[in-house]
T-cell receptor, first 113, second 114 residues
Framework: GENVEQHPSTLSVQEGDSAVIKCTYSDSASNYFPWYKQELGKRPQLIIDIRSNVGEKKDQRIAVTLNKTAKHFSLHITETQPEDSAVYFCAAIPDTGGFKTIFGAGTRLFVKA | DTGVSQDPRHKITKRGQNVTFRCDPISEHNRLYWYRQTLGQGPEFLTYFQNEAQLEKSRLLSDRFSAERPKGSFSTLEIQRTEQGDSAMYLC????????????FGDGTRLSIL
């Protein structure tokens, strides 16, 4: 079935460093790729998304890249801050009637001050 | 508008009981999604509504699970004859329609089966 693999499962960086999280998807019909940030006990919050007709998208310190040929996409956070500490989830969604969203297992990011 | 709201926030029940959760989406959103999330995992897709029509159901959704959205506004998710393995966070999300749209999540209902 459809699957999204996310790596690493845990990532620890020093404040000010960059963090990179990578995802690989299996469903070639996927064409929308959102990223969510979830703090402990809170709802997932959309932080950035990318569609299949775009290779890269940037929003301040956050950027996402997409390689449709290789079926992988990545989240890049630059100049990390302690408040970036959270669990990050990638997702892949096909543009078909069901919009069945497949999430990765998550990456727990720790930013050390 | 305060976003997607879910009720109750927590539900503790004994194995074998039935439970029902409610989700109120963002008012202009006509798509509604239910997910289940267990500790250390990403949300797992359960089902999706476009207005009142249930258009997609995951194989995870056994016969004990049923979801409704009778008037295309709020939705309910019922679990009958609950089992230990049903313990999880049940998340609801909503979005606009028209191709893929960002989904906005509620705070979820945490279900604990004793």
């Amino acid at each position: 079935g459809e699957n999204v693999e996310q790596h690493p499962s845990t990532l620890s960086v020093q404040e000010g460093d960059s963090a990179v999280i990578k995802c690989t998807y299996s469903d070639s019909a996927s064409n929308y790729f959102p990223w969510y940030k979830q703090e402990l006990g809170k709802r997932p919050q959309l932080i950035i998304d990318i569609r299949s007709n775009v290779g890269e998208k940037k929003d301040q310190r956050i950027a996402v890249t997409l390689n449709k040929t290789a079926k992988h996409f990545s989240l890049h956070i630059t100049e990390t801050q302690p408040e970036d500490s959270a669990v990050y989830f990638c997702a892949a969604i096909p543009d078909t009637g069901g919009f069945k969203t497949i999430f990765g297992a998550g990456t727990r990011l720790f930013v050390k001050a | 508008d305060t976003g997607v709201s879910q009720d109750p926030r927590h539900k503790i029940t004994k194995r074998g009981q039935n439970v029902t959760f409610r989700c109120d989406p963002i008012s202009e959103h006509n798509r509604l999604y239910w997910y289940r999330q267990t500790l250390g995992q990403g949300p797992e897709f359960l089902t999706y509504f476009q207005n009142e029509a249930q258009l997609e159901k995951s194989r995870l959704l056994s016969d004990r699970f049923s979801a409704e959205r009778p008037k295309g506004s709020f939705s309910t998710l019922e679990i009958q004859r609950t089992e230990q393995g049903d313990s999880a966070m049940y998340l609801c999300a909503s979005s606009l329609s028209g191709g893929n749209q960002p989904q906005h999540f509620g705070d979820g209902t945490r279900l604990s089966i004793l």
